[in-house]
């Protein structure tokens, strides 16, 4: 047994390394004598014990009723008995006494010993998750330890955490003790092992990248304004600066590439590409389908938020990408519904909607093509839109004379 303050320091230096507190711990030494008691001689009996917190010395004392008769000498003294402890005592007084418990001490002491190391264990447990919590949204760096089920194990040093598939780059493969790097991504209390998520898929997982190979970016000189991403094949990210003073394409790049390229290798050779953010919706558009250069870009709808997009013939394929991927990730960047077109495609479409609306106005016999190309550059592209016309507001339409717009009129009044 410890002695003099000894057993109180010991106490301290628990409560300081393991956050448990020296009451608690007492408590739990109490508990235990008091059911090692029990054990030894029945549980139903009352007693109470007690440990002393300066030299850990343990006392304990069975509490018996004073009766005439005893039915229960658990819980019952005879008075005869009683006043051998106490000369004072009545039929009805309650007697504590003292107990031998140097016959179930070390019980008591192991039992104590096995619940504080649980506590402990559980305290510590404690303290890891709340650290994990804060580290949310974060990047750590870990080995990987096993495979399960397709799912990576990460060693962080402190504890496990899980990269499960879904969180994973397409086709991207470890091996067993291969270092990487994720971001935590949710904390799960209620798993025993490996209660931290891991993920490498995530648009945040890039932004943080670049927030560690960026000093701009850290310091928020420059800021990420939106983030898309394919994992494993492309990310699209939007930055603007709040220094003119400073490019937030060129700051991300680097010299040489220099910071971008150590992001590139670690996301195994996915494209990125960096594009200066714009409240220009023609700009930021166009922007948005780098690599390609666009030769122009038409809203459609402001509204609905629909712009056409149109490349020169040989740079198609590359705007809309494989599967969609540039163009659907430009849209997702931008918020945009984006129609990409080829030049050819779009004189295509203009042919045939001429071709269309010559066939629609062919309803008027003995119009001339000229004449009906006049009416349509003209803003006329339905025979409905000039029914209600006269002549003079044919004649003030460029290359129409008197004699065809009464002809026109003529026209629209025999087919009514």
């Given at each position: 047994?410890?002695?003099?303050?000894?057993?109180?320091?010991?106490?301290?230096?628990?409560?300081?390394?393991?956050?448990?507190?020296?009451?608690?711990?007492?408590?739990?030494?109490?508990?235990?004598?008091?059911?090692?008691?029990?054990?030894?001689?029945?549980?139903?009996?009352?007693?109470?014990?007690?440990?002393?917190?300066k030299?850990?010395?343990?006392?304990?004392?069975?509490?018996?009723?004073?009766?005439?008769?005893?039915?229960?000498?658990?819980?019952e003294?005879?008075?005869?008995?009683?006043?051998?402890?106490?000369?004072?005592?009545?039929?009805?007084?309650?007697?504590?006494?003292?107990?031998?418990?140097?016959?179930?001490?070390?019980?008591?002491?192991?039992?104590?010993?096995?619940?504080?190391?649980?506590k402990?264990?559980?305290?510590?447990?404690?303290?890891?998750?709340?650290e994990?919590?804060?580290?949310?949204?974060?990047?750590?760096?870990?080995?990987?330890h096993?495979?399960?089920?397709?799912?990576?194990i990460?060693?962080?040093?402190?504890?496990?955490?899980?990269?499960?598939?879904?969180?994973?780059?397409?086709?991207?493969?470890?091996?067993?003790?291969q270092?990487?790097?994720?971001?935590?991504?949710k904390?799960?209390?209620?798993?025993?092992?490996?209660?931290?998520?891991?993920?490498?898929?995530?648009?945040?997982?890039?932004?943080?990248?670049?927030?560690?190979?960026?000093p701009?970016?850290?310091e928020?000189?420059?800021?990420?304004?939106?983030?898309?991403?394919?994992?494993?094949?492309?990310?699209?990210?939007?930055?603007?600066?709040?220094?003119?003073?400073?490019?937030?394409?060129?700051?991300?790049?680097?010299?040489?590439?220099?910071?971008?390229?150590?992001?590139?290798?670690e996301?195994?050779?996915?494209?990125?590409?960096?594009?200066?953010?714009?409240?220009?919706?023609?700009?930021?558009?166009?922007g948005?389908?780098?690599?390609?250069?666009?030769?122009?870009?038409?809203?459609?709808?402001?509204?609905?938020?629909?712009?056409?997009?149109l490349?020169?013939?040989?740079?198609?394929?590359l705007?809309?990408?494989?599967?969609?991927?540039?163009?659907?990730?430009?849209?997702?960047?931008?918020?945009?519904?984006?129609?990409?077109?080829?030049?050819l495609?779009?004189k295509?479409?203009?042919?045939?909607q001429?071709?269309?609306?010559?066939?629609i106005?062919k309803?008027?016999?003995k119009?001339?093509?000229?004449?009906?190309?006049?009416?349509?550059?003209?803003?006329?592209?339905?025979?409905?839109?000039?029914?209600?016309?006269?002549?003079?507001?044919?004649?003030?339409?460029?290359?129409?004379?008197?004699?065809?717009?009464?002809?026109?009129?003529?026209?629209?009044?025999?087919k009514?």
């Open positions: 047994m410890v002695c003099n303050d000894e057993f109180s320091m010991i106490l301290t230096q628990i409560e300081k390394d393991k956050n448990i507190k020296k009451q608690d711990i007492l408590t739990v030494i109490k508990n235990a004598l008091i059911s090692a008691y029990k054990k030894h001689v029945g549980k139903n009996v009352n007693v109470e014990a007690g440990i002393n917190p030299n850990g010395e343990m006392v304990a004392k069975v509490i018996k009723v004073v009766v005439k008769k005893v039915n229960n000498p658990l819980l003294i005879c008075l005869q008995d009683a006043n051998k402890f106490d000369q004072n005592l009545n039929i009805g007084s309650e007697i504590k006494i003292p107990l031998n418990i140097q016959d179930f001490s070390r019980i008591a002491s192991q039992t104590a010993k096995q619940i504080i190391v649980q402990i264990k559980e305290s510590e447990r404690v303290a890891l998750l709340n994990m919590k804060e580290k949310v949204g974060q990047i750590v760096d870990g080995f990987i096993r495979i399960s089920n397709k799912a990576y990460v060693d962080l040093g402190k504890t496990e955490a899980i990269l499960p598939i879904s969180e994973q780059i397409f086709r991207e493969k470890f091996t067993i003790g270092h990487i790097k994720a971001i935590i991504v904390v799960d209390e209620n798993t025993r092992n490996s209660f931290v998520v891991l993920s490498r898929s995530r648009p945040e997982f890039v932004k943080r990248l670049f927030e560690s190979e960026v701009e970016i850290y928020k000189i420059v800021e990420i304004a939106n983030i898309v991403r394919f994992p494993g094949i492309r990310t699209k990210i939007a930055v603007l600066s709040h220094n003119p003073k400073v490019d937030p394409v060129g700051a991300c790049v680097g010299v040489r590439g220099a910071r971008v390229k150590p992001i590139i290798d996301l195994k050779g996915e494209k990125i590409d960096l594009i200066s953010y714009s409240i220009d919706a023609v700009k930021y558009i166009s948005a389908l780098s690599p390609v250069k666009v030769i122009s870009v038409n809203i459609i709808s402001q509204k609905e938020n629909k712009a056409e997009v490349v020169s013939d040989d740079k198609l394929s705007a809309i990408g494989r599967n969609g991927h540039n163009v659907r990730l430009a849209a997702k960047l931008t918020g945009w519904h984006i129609d990409v077109k080829s030049e495609q779009k295509v479409d203009n042919n045939v001429i071709s269309q609306e010559i066939e106005y309803k008027l016999d119009l001339s093509k000229k004449t009906i190309k006049k009416l349509i550059d003209a803003g006329f592209r339905d025979i409905e839109k000039i029914n209600n016309l006269k002549i003079d507001d044919l004649i003030a339409l460029p290359g129409i004379g008197q004699k065809t717009a009464k002809k026109i009129v003529e026209l629209i009044n025999i009514q």
